[in-house]
RNA sequence: GGGCGUGUAGCAUAGCCUGGAUAAUGCACCGGCCUCCUAAGCCGGGGACCGCGGGUUCGAAUCCUGCCGCGCCCGCCA
């Protein structure tokens, strides 16, 4: 426990100094303990004991005799196997608990003045969103949400698949259809079938191949009723994919679109830039950089290709493109790119390219926010070429109608409006959490069961402690808005041990911003809930008669909901007050 | 073949960066708890050679190394 330590250090410092042993860098030697029943803080001696010539039993009992004095208001002192072991008082936990309530950022510093670019979701035009981009998303939105309210300036930066050679074969089919048909068949999130009804014709026709091969070059060459034709294809798709973000309740809108076309000015420029530099090479007819650092299968170096030899650009190109545009004209210092791991070679040899370059330089971090491949229950990447697609659509709609039925049975006060408005958010919610609770970097099993519990360490259980607390203050006669002048004074171990978890919130957030893992900010509201779940079962809040308790536990109620609903809120998941 | 990643109770995960004590959590399983602020809950219980072998260390799930399994990437798709 971060706070515990920081308050503890300077009473080591005193009494490190009085054994001789102030020079040894023992601070690292104090840390967060591992079992929970031994205390909060612990300090091992065994590293100590050849300096001192001593057993390591000894030097703990002999620091825990001096130091338990000087930490009387702080934390009860004990020594065992070697270990010092501290544990936070109540009295402590109870005017920390205090402090943080006090605070509308619940002791959250403002954590500096980046401005950094995150790039996420970026789905592609006519074709259906699947897992993958529900991870981007969720990610990606969480992320933006900690970061703005760490202080940092952001562009969310909608990187849409929406250009390239299947743009031929798709206006080809969409002047096939007919627009009407075309633009109604997208409109509805029928995006699968129109591309792959394209894609059958592109493979079996040769004639439909031609148009739509020509139909590129029309494309690129910026004809005119092909863009017309291209904005149809692109606003309808955003049309369905604006839908899913609204139901995901996401903060993404049309401002935030920065399509793969809006960089096509800059990509002349990108070979332009890399030729003067003398990294650009011609082999096999394309124009290709080698980053160097990596091999092909014949062990040659493996090249980035920058212009294809039938003079198209690809995707890496692009992406260095993204970064001139977010270094010169957004003046990021950082970009952050929410895509699967799988791109992480591609990354990697972007970024390097970009800095030898000199797109970017010492001032800028780079970082792929990479996560793990969505599998099927065989244990294959689910892919969406073959086999049923899980459409998001359906997939959410699906978790609100069960989270509705399950608040019909469970609570079924609840109704009309409200309780579709709270269904939402328990099952979008829920959505979000089992894609958020675990570490990204891991591949994970898709199956509706888990992703749709609602029992376990789940968004719902987390929702369920909140609603408990509002259901507390309905009861309760008093003003709400006075609870945080209530003072916290724990004397119960349930009171102390939900105080104790409270506390890591703002060390728990820093955490998991400066990792852009999102899975231990819900780690720490899991613990919260479970140790408020506890506390509300040993601890009656209204009618103890006693004020003063009575007063002390409205506070830790009022922490741990204001807690629930920032941390919650940080991750995109709202939480009712009544479920 | 090369590179990167991953392996923790029946299942799913956290802990690994920054080494510390009896490896934590959820699901499932077994046993208790609703005249009492929402039982989507609580309390108790069983269940793990932390993939395998070496090494470093007083101490290894954690660091290094070798092997094995699995996954991804390795030239004109993104």
Same mark, same amino acid.
């Given at each position: 426990?971060?706070?515990?330590?920081?308050?503890?250090?300077?009473?080591?410092?005193?009494?490190?100094?009085?054994?001789?042993?102030?020079?040894?860098?023992?601070?690292?030697?104090?840390?967060?303990?591992?079992?929970?029943?031994?205390?909060?803080?612990?300090?091992?001696?065994?590293?100590?004991? /050849?300096?001192?010539?001593? &057993?390591?039993?000894?030097? +703990? @009992?002999?620091?825990? =005799?001096?130091?338990?004095? $000087?930490? !009387?208001?702080?934390?009860?002192?004990?020594?065992?196997?070697?270990?010092?072991?501290?544990?936070?008082?109540?009295?402590?936990?109870?005017?920390?608990?205090?402090?943080?309530?006090?605070?509308?950022?619940?002791?959250?510093?403002?954590?500096?003045?980046?401005?950094?670019?995150?790039?996420?979701?970026?789905?592609?035009?006519?074709?259906?969103?699947?897992?993958?981009?529900?991870?981007?998303?969720?990610?990606?939105?969480?992320?933006?949400?900690?970061?703005?309210?760490?202080?940092?300036?952001?562009?969310?930066?909608?990187?849409?698949?929406?250009?390239?050679?299947?743009?031929?074969?798709?206006?080809?089919?969409?002047?096939?259809?007919?627009?009407?048909?075309?633009?109604?068949?997208?409109?509805?999130?029928?995006?699968?079938?129109?591309?792959?009804?394209? /894609?059958?014709?592109?493979? &079996?026709?040769?004639?439909? +191949? @031609?148009?739509?091969? =020509?139909?590129?070059?029309? $494309?690129? !060459?910026?004809?005119?009723?092909?863009?017309?034709?291209?904005?149809?294809?692109?606003?309808?798709?955003?049309?369905?994919?604006?839908?899913?973000?609204?139901?995901?309740?996401?903060?993404?809108?049309?401002?935030?679109?920065?399509?793969?076309?809006?960089?096509?000015?800059?990509?002349?420029?990108?070979?332009?830039?890399?030729?003067?530099?003398?990294?650009?090479?011609?082999?096999?007819?394309?124009?290709?950089?080698?980053?160097?650092?990596?091999?092909?299968?014949?062990?040659?170096?493996?090249?980035?290709?920058?212009?294809?030899?039938?003079?198209?650009?690809?995707?890496?190109?692009?992406?260095?493109?993204?970064?001139?545009?977010?270094?010169?004209?957004?003046?990021?210092?950082?970009?952050?790119?929410?895509?699967?791991?799988?791109?992480?070679?591609?990354?990697?040899?972007?970024?390097?390219?970009?800095?030898?370059?000199?797109?970017?330089?010492?001032?800028?971090?780079?970082?792929?926010?990479?996560?793990?491949?969505?599998?099927?229950?065989?244990?294959?990447?689910?892919?969406?070429?073959?086999?049923?697609?899980?459409?998001?659509?359906?997939?959410?709609?699906?978790?609100?109608?069960?989270?509705?039925?399950?608040?019909?049975?469970?609570?079924?006060?609840?109704?009309?409006?409200?309780?579709?408005?709270?269904?939402?958010?328990?099952?979008?919610?829920?959505?979000?959490?089992?894609?958020?609770?675990?570490?990204?970097?891991?591949?994970?099993?898709?199956?509706?069961?888990?992703?749709?519990?609602?029992?376990?360490?789940?968004?719902?259980?987390?929702?369920?402690?909140?609603?408990?607390?509002?259901?507390?203050?309905?009861?309760?006669?008093?003003?709400?808005?006075?609870?945080?002048?209530?003072?916290?004074?724990?004397?119960?171990?349930?009171?102390?041990?939900?105080?104790?978890?409270?506390?890591?919130?703002?060390?728990?957030?820093?955490?998991?911003?400066?990792?852009?893992?999102?899975?231990?900010?819900?780690?720490?509201?899991?613990?919260?809930?479970?140790?408020?779940?506890?506390?509300?079962?040993?601890?009656?809040?209204?009618?103890?008669?006693?004020?003063?308790?009575?007063?002390?536990?409205?506070?830790?109620?009022?922490?741990?909901?204001?807690?629930?609903?920032?941390?919650?809120?940080?991750?995109?998941?709202?939480?009712?007050?009544?479920?």
């Amino acid at each position: 426990m971060k706070q515990l330590i920081d308050d503890s250090l300077p009473a080591f410092s005193t009494v490190m100094k009085e054994m001789g042993l102030s020079d040894i860098g023992w601070e690292g030697l104090l840390g967060p303990a591992t079992v929970e029943d031994h205390g909060d803080a612990a300090m091992p001696c065994h590293s100590l004991s /050849r300096e001192l010539k001593r &057993s390591p039993g000894d030097i +703990a @009992d002999e620091i825990c =005799s001096l130091i338990s004095p $000087l930490l !009387g208001e702080v934390a009860i002192v004990s020594s065992i196997n070697g270990f010092v072991n501290l544990k936070a008082v109540p009295s402590w936990l109870s005017s920390k608990a205090s402090s943080l309530l006090s605070d509308p950022r619940i002791g959250v510093g403002e954590g500096g003045r980046l401005t950094i670019a995150v790039d996420y979701s970026a789905p592609n035009v006519a074709k259906e969103m699947h897992v993958g981009h529900l991870r981007s998303t969720v990610i990606g939105d969480a992320l933006v949400r900690m970061l703005e309210f760490k202080g940092h300036l952001v562009h969310r930066e909608n990187h849409v698949g929406d250009w390239g050679t299947p743009f031929g074969m798709l206006i080809e089919h969409l002047l096939d259809l007919g627009e009407d048909e075309a633009a109604n068949e997208l409109g509805v999130g029928d995006l699968d079938s129109f591309y792959k009804q394209a /894609r059958v014709k592109f493979v &079996s026709d040769a004639e439909f +191949a @031609d148009r739509s091969r =020509s139909r590129v070059v029309l $494309l690129q !060459g910026g004809d005119a009723e092909t863009l017309r034709l291209w904005r149809v294809l692109v606003d309808e798709s955003m049309r369905y994919f604006n839908e899913v973000y609204s139901m995901l309740g996401v903060l993404l809108t049309d401002d935030d679109i920065m399509g793969e076309s809006y960089y096509q000015d800059l990509l002349p420029t990108v070979v332009e830039r890399l030729s003067n530099s003398g990294m650009l090479e011609n082999s096999e007819g394309a124009d290709v950089v080698f980053p160097g650092g990596w091999k092909n299968r014949d062990g040659e170096p493996l090249p980035m290709i920058i212009r294809k030899a039938d003079g198209g650009f690809n995707y890496s190109t692009s992406d260095l493109a993204c970064i001139i545009d977010r270094v010169e004209r957004l003046e990021c210092d950082q970009f952050l790119y929410v895509v699967g791991t799988p791109q992480k070679q591609h990354f990697e040899m972007v970024f390097q390219v970009a800095r030898k370059a000199g797109f970017m330089d010492d001032r800028h971090s780079s970082i792929h926010v990479n996560f793990g491949s969505v599998l099927d229950t065989d244990g294959r990447v689910l892919k969406s070429r073959e086999g049923e697609v899980i459409k998001l659509h359906d997939l959410l709609s699906e978790a609100v109608i069960r989270a509705n039925s399950a608040i019909e049975e469970k609570n079924p006060e609840l109704i009309g409006e409200q309780r579709n408005n709270v269904a939402s958010m328990v099952g979008i919610g829920a959505v979000k959490y089992a894609d958020l609770s675990t570490e990204r970097t891991k591949d994970y099993v898709f199956e509706w069961e888990k992703m749709l519990s609602f029992e376990g360490n789940t968004a719902p259980y987390l929702q369920y402690a909140h609603a408990r607390i509002c259901s507390i203050f309905r009861k309760w006669a008093g003003e709400r808005s006075e609870i945080p002048d209530f003072e916290i004074s724990c004397c119960e171990p349930e009171e102390s041990n939900l105080a104790r978890r409270l506390v890591r919130f703002p060390s728990a957030l820093d955490e998991t911003i400066s990792t852009f893992s999102p899975h231990k900010l819900c780690t720490h509201l899991h613990s919260v809930a479970s140790a408020f779940a506890s506390f509300y079962e040993a601890c009656q809040v209204l009618g103890s008669g006693d004020e003063a308790v009575e007063k002390s536990r409205l506070a830790l109620c009022e922490l741990t909901a204001k807690q629930l609903e920032l941390g919650l809120g940080l991750l995109g998941i709202g939480v009712p007050e009544k479920m």
